[in-house]
């Protein structure tokens, strides 16, 4: 590729379109990557991060209610 070619290509975020048709650079080079890391992403973000959050959404609960009734108990005592 010239590099007046290269350049432009560039300045398009890896896309060029010349005789042999559009090509996407940025695609062709991931392609080869992705392969090797999706697996380990799908498997992440399909079963472990849903439990993960149901985990800290159910530990944020448990805190924020201890939180309360120790702040109402606290209260109470106050007043009398």
């Excluded at 010349?18 to 799908?42: C, H, I, K, M, Y």
């Excluded at 702040?71 to 106050?78: K, L, Q």
Aim: charged share 25%; net charge positive; aromatic share 10%.
């Amino acid at each position: 590729m010239l590099w007046g070619t290269y350049k432009a290509t560039c300045r398009r975020n890896g896309t060029f379109s010349g005789a042999s048709g559009p090509r996407d650079f940025n695609q062709e080079l991931l392609e080869p990557v992705s392969r090797q890391v999706a697996t380990g992403w799908e498997r992440a973000f399909q079963r472990r991060v849903p439990g993960i959050l149901t985990g800290f959404g159910d530990s944020s609960r448990r805190l924020l209610t201890g939180f309360h009734e120790a702040a109402v108990a606290r209260a109470s005592e106050r007043r009398m």
